[in-house]
């Protein structure tokens, strides 16, 4: 991680409330799109989304769900997101504290969801966070990232050094299938972006 979980915190928390008109890239619209067109859940799925931020997954994937919960570490994130449920009348969504490693969830869950937020941990840390998930059970894991599909390239977009620290498709393959998921597709929506989709082994 290149920066603590605290300064992260503290960074979205600051942009929290441009947050969703920032995110103009055509290649972030596209990753998101393909997380909830994966996602995909019935009337009876709970969803976890982690790194959840101004709540674009849940808030997409909730009318479909039974349940959504979405975890942050940023509380201005996690307001956003609270007001846009309440503006759009979403009530089975519950927004708050928790992280990749410690996501404060006890519950069971159907399908796990994360978008452009575990590049901003570690290797290390992701493989950790990623067997946290398989332990929660999940039937499905979707990740929409900054991932390498290619070598590294700090001039094209989505990578900035001093903040990002994202993984190589190949070491996240390896650490969804040490976390006991199958991957059942792979999606390139840039040289630096994509969307993995973990399903478990054990087929439930
Ligand atoms: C770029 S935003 C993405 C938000 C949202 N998923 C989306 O698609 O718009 C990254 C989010 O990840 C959160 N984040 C960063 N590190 C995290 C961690 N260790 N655990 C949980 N959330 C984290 C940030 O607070 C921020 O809200």
Do not use: W
């Not at 600051?14 to 067109?37: F, K, M, N, R």
């Not at 398989?134 to 979707?142: A, D, E, I, Q, T």
């Not at 990740?143 to 599909?149: A, E, R, S």
Request: hydrophobic share 40%.
């Amino acid at each position: 991680m290149k920066k603590t979980v605290e300064e992260h915190a503290a960074r979205f928390d600051e942009h929290a409330a441009d947050y969703d008109e920032d995110q103009d890239s055509e290649e972030y619209a596209a990753c998101a799109s393909l997380v909830i067109e994966f996602a995909d859940p019935g009337p009876e799925d709970t969803v976890l989304d982690l790194g959840c931020g101004t709540g674009a997954i849940a808030l997409a994937l909730a009318p479909d769900a039974e349940r959504v919960v979405g975890r942050d570490i940023s509380e201005g994130m996690l307001e956003q997101a609270r007001e846009k449920a309440q503006a759009h009348g979403i009530t089975n969504a519950e927004f708050g504290d928790g992280r990749f490693r410690d996501p404060q969830y006890g519950s069971e869950v159907d399908i796990v969801t994360s978008n452009f937020a575990m590049h901003h941990l570690a290797n290390e840390e992701k493989r950790e966070a990623i067997a946290v998930i398989g332990s929660l059970n999940p039937r499905k894991f979707v990740l929409g990232d900054v991932m390498f599909f290619g070598l590294p390239d700090p001039d094209e977009p989505f990578y900035s050094p001093d903040v990002d620290d994202p993984a190589t498709v190949g070491t996240l393959v390896e650490a969804f299938t040490e976390a006991g998921f199958a991957i059942t597709h792979a999606r390139r929506v840039h040289d630096q972006v994509g969307v993995l989709v973990g399903e478990r082994l054990d087929g439930r």
